[in-house]
């Protein structure tokens, strides 16, 4: 027996719809790369995106299923990009202009992009690279005709002049919801980019599980600046969740100084902010050069994509009366997991207590489901001790990647390993304890390298630290400390595990400590563990030869 | 081209198996039938719901479309039986007690129900009606041994011994979100009650829709009390959304008089509560008698149900320092179709000019769609002055009735006629003016029954006022006002025209007014508008006869 309610597809459009019908001047604020500060409604956004829509159909063939990336900073144009595109019922994928030429050159291939919307910012880079995309029939620069510039890039369109040639009544297409709207790679540190490929229903439930009250409780009275950009991660859905919630956007375009980002929080009275570590470091730095100013209007910062250092939190927390709320998400994940705000069981704990938790990466919201498991997929107990592979499932969850690339991904529950090694506490709270490949197994137990490397940092002689597993004949695998000296201090290898010994448990302590003058780092500046065990390869801890 | 996300269907078991999961500790409290109040935890009820699910299964053999009825309070054993039922693929058929004992009748025989699950309040009611109802094959009392009532019900079963029977880890089969999860009948004013027939999906999709922040925002640190009965429109989503959001649930049993709803306010520390005016106007009464108690921990009152008194609002708000939160919906709705909460474009209007937009029925959230459209179906404006049939589609709304009773009701777009007439503002603020069968249709223009019966009763001498059309040779039909005085009261027909002159354009005021000792009312004290009319079939107007 079925139920007898109304077919209600879950659509992208339905969001700018509500938007636009219920909060239509409500104000989406871009800083622009041409300069200025530009300002239009909701109202304005979805008749443009209607426009668009048109005329990418009717001018350039583009309709359902076909790929189209896009190269920009978040913005209104970008916005209407997606909405247009999406609503049509095309693909949006979205290029980081930060990806090497060679990849980015094996993505658009890979997805067979049609044309590709670009932002001035991006042209040169774009013109080294067109020779080698032969699936691109053309380039949208987005900008006007006074801002076209000269260009070699073949078909060159001018973005204002195409979305003038469109009508802003256009009728959305009746879709399937399953109907795929948006494709990301994911930046594998091994093997080629893998495409995610997200549909129309997939981020519709996405951002409605984040608009949650228990989730992130956006309203139409918050202000809320999405600073992580659109191409990294869906802005972590808040391109889709703020128009939903019908609040007022702030897009910081391509500057995230701390001084820009500082400049739109206290011109537009935003309440709400999301980014990765990296911008709130630039933001807090400028903060502290000038005393004088405060975060007057801000509540709520969002902060994820790596782990949100203590100090960092303490800051925002007990100097600017803002609060952090940590999150944790992934590409295949669309991409939201975890979110840290305090539950109905851990709202009584004073805040000596809440901290610890409140530093974890927090719990699902609805429609997200998580465990650990050991290597053989049994799920681990949530004690907030043991840790584990950490495995999802949801909603808005990856079943595959792009043309099977990577293969099976589920296992015979349906659930996708992250990578990640987490532990889960009887709260619900999740920790992300080591990425599954960096984890050091020692004896059939694990022992968690960013532990070590947290530990190690607290020596005040100690300017970075690195852990990794090194081959051992008894126990498979025992941890190596790698460590960089601040400059002028001094410490030996006995002082450094003299100090560590109160700090972990007895076995963990690192079987060797080793100085070096420095940590290599990946392209994003995180320590590059792969180049670390190149350089270690072959290398025999004392006492290893031997155990032989 | 598809999306690669994963199949992860949206069914009632994933709501109660995350509020187990995340938050396992926090308490449903009920007050009982039997005396005491029952306090356990998401976790048992989580357990205990899928041990009743295994028991109905494998004991009475009811399985997936199988259609039960409930005829239950709100507390922890109805909704175990909502999660239990719901999670095994059964449609939960909710009666309301109040209904007359024929069309009680009417609906279980409709619905065919094979069971009933009844609590002890009911069993002379459903004893004297059992009868004529031979679909159902026992009755199961929602009570314990020592408790089993002497009844001449036939295959009466005890409840707790039915779940003790019960495997506590029963495994949800896997389940269509399509598939039919409740059934509540209407109880049109007109024809037999129609049956709405709820999906998993539906449902689902609606508890998400009013979790969101911009709807009720509810939070696991929230202890939310739902007086609205389950019995009633699906106590307004809160079965679900509450343990969607992982908030402490506070059941108030059969016990809703002021004194008892004020106890389990205070004690329990309730910050949401949701239900009727005339639940809260006896909680207005026994808070005046007792001037000491305060509403210290409530922070939001939603009311819905019939139109919030605007003295009732301003008591709330002003005097015990509580949100009012105004809401409209309806059976085919899921309920929820609009809530009040303040705007973005709405946040900066002063009290004074809020306060009227506040006294409105409030706007859509995400997943539902609204108009007011005139008889021939076009689209008026939302002027806030234009009123039209309201008209509604989304994602949890009626598209036909059980067996096809009524026929069609979508129209080509897909809405579904609401019955009511309304305004709709520019910001998007609905309120209800009339019901359509009750709108006096006079030279094509309409006059709202309702505005003209609340500016009558402001004059100082009326008791209470009701408004109907009367044929009219010329006009179609003219309004005649039907008065009743206060006791001791004296005021002319002259007297309340003179005084409604001002309150009401000119072409609205009533062409006759006729005072009565007794305005009729139907059984859930409204004015019933159908008895009224019939009394003054063929009244004649002054100067109808003359235009003839």
């Not at 792969?530 to 350089?535: A, F, I, V």
Request: net charge negative.
């Amino acid at each position: 027996m079925l139920g007898l309610m109304q077919d209600w597809p879950l659509l992208i459009h339905t969001i700018m719809d509500h938007a636009s019908r219920y909060h239509g001047t409500q104000e989406i604020v871009s800083r622009t790369v041409e300069g200025p500060v530009h300002r239009y409604t909701y109202a304005d956004c979805a008749k443009r995106a209607r426009a668009l829509a048109d005329a990418v159909n009717t001018k350039l063939g583009i309709g359902a299923g076909d790929i189209v990336a896009t190269m920009a900073w978040n913005g209104y144009r970008h916005l209407e990009i997606w909405y247009g595109l999406m609503g049509l019922g095309a693909v949006v994928h979205t290029l980081n202009p930060r990806l090497f030429a060679d990849q980015l050159d094996y993505i658009v291939n890979h997805a067979e992009d049609k044309y590709i919307f670009l932002e001035l910012s991006f042209i040169a880079q774009m013109e080294a690279l067109q020779d080698k995309l032969p699936t691109v029939k053309g380039f949208i620069i987005m900008t006007d005709r006074a801002h076209m510039p000269e260009t070699s890039l073949r078909n060159p369109i001018c973005y204002e002049e195409l979305i003038a040639a469109g009508d802003n009544t256009f009728a959305w297409p009746k879709l399937d919801e399953q109907q795929a709207c948006g494709i990301c790679y994911t930046s594998g540190t091994t093997g080629n980019p893998k495409g995610v490929v997200y549909s129309q229903r997939s981020h519709v439930l996405h951002a409605m599980a984040i608009c949650a009250g228990d989730a992130l409780a956006l309203k139409s009275t918050d202000v809320v600046m999405p600073v992580v950009p659109m191409f990294h991660a869906n802005a972590w859905s808040l391109a889709f969740s703020v128009p939903m919630a019908g609040a007022k956007m702030v897009m910081p375009g391509a500057k995230m100084d701390g001084a820009s980002i500082y400049e739109l929080l206290d011109q537009e009275k935003v309440t709400v902010t999301a980014g990765v570590p990296t911008v709130w470091l630039m933001l807090l730095h400028h903060l502290e050069k000038h005393p004088e100013l405060k975060l007057d209007h801000l509540e709520r910062a969002l902060i994820g994509g790596s782990a949100c250092p203590e100090a960092m939190m303490a800051a925002f927390e007990k100097k600017y009366d803002t609060k952090v709320v940590h999150a944790w998400g992934m590409t295949e994940m669309s991409p939201i997991g975890s979110i840290g705000n305090r539950s109905g069981a851990t709202a009584d704990l004073d805040a000596e207590a809440w901290w610890p938790l409140q530093l974890k990466q927090g719990r699902p919201p609805f429609t997200v489901e998580m465990e650990i498991t050991d290597d053989q997929g049994q799920v681990l107990p949530n004690d907030g001790k043991t840790f584990g592979h950490l495995v999802v499932r949801g909603a808005a969850t990856a079943r595959e990647y792009y043309k099977g690339e990577g293969g099976k991904i589920l296992d015979d529950k349906g659930y996708f390993d992250t990578g990640d090694v987490a532990t889960i506490d009887a709260y619900g709270f999740m920790q992300i304890t080591d990425r599954a490949k960096d984890v050091i197994k020692s004896g059939g137990e694990w022992i968690s390298s960013i532990d070590l490397e947290n530990a190690a940092v607290g020596h005040p002689a100690v300017a970075e630290a690195a852990v990794i597993g090194i081959t051992h004949p008894k126990w498979d695998e025992r941890p190596l400390l790698v460590l960089v000296k601040k400059p002028g201090a001094e410490v030996s290898k006995e002082e450094v595990l003299g100090f560590l010994k109160d700090k972990v448990v007895k076995w963990w302590l690192p079987d060797d400590v080793v100085f070096v003058e420095e940590i290599p780092h990946t392209a994003t500046g995180k320590i590059s563990k792969l180049t670390l065990r190149q350089q270690f390869a072959g290398y025999v801890l004392p006492g290893a030869e031997a155990a032989e």
